[in-house]
């Protein structure tokens, strides 16, 4: 499965985003889909994840009332809308696949990685 994230722009504080990340094929039942953001220099860090129905999701503390995932199984994407955008917000977020117990939360969880999207916001 191949993922291609996009949405990523220059924004100003307080402003709202959309990511989007599309998947080659459908996912199935016990596939998870997440989104990690890596600041440069460090690990990917957790954001949020999405059970395959759609049903369950879960969130990093810091992203928590902001940052809301959510998927459509008809077009094979699942997105993160993010509001209330921080300068602190401003890296690469990538979206991933994992098939780990719930929640999946550490990187090493997921594979079939996107290549990300550039998330800069401007004070």
């Known amino acids: 499965i191949r993922l291609a994230e996009s949405g990523g722009r220059l924004v100003q504080v307080g402003d709202s985003l959309r990511l989007s990340c599309a998947a080659s094929e459908p996912t199935f039942s016990g596939h998870q889909m997440g989104w990690f953001l890596q600041p440069p220099g460090k690990d990917r860090e957790f954001v949020a994840t999405i059970t395959w129905s759609g049903s369950k999701t879960y969130y990093a503390e810091s992203v928590k009332g902001r940052f809301t995932i959510s998927r459509d199984g008809a077009k094979n994407t699942v997105y993160l809308q993010m509001n209330s955008l921080r300068p602190e917000d401003t890296t690469v977020y990538y979206c991933?696949?994992?098939?780990?117990?719930?929640?999946?939360?550490?990187?090493?969880?997921?594979?079939?990685w996107g290549q990300g999207t550039q998330v800069t916001v401007s004070s």
């Open positions: 991933a696949v994992s098939t780990r117990l719930w929640p999946p939360r550490t990187s090493r969880e997921y594979s079939s």
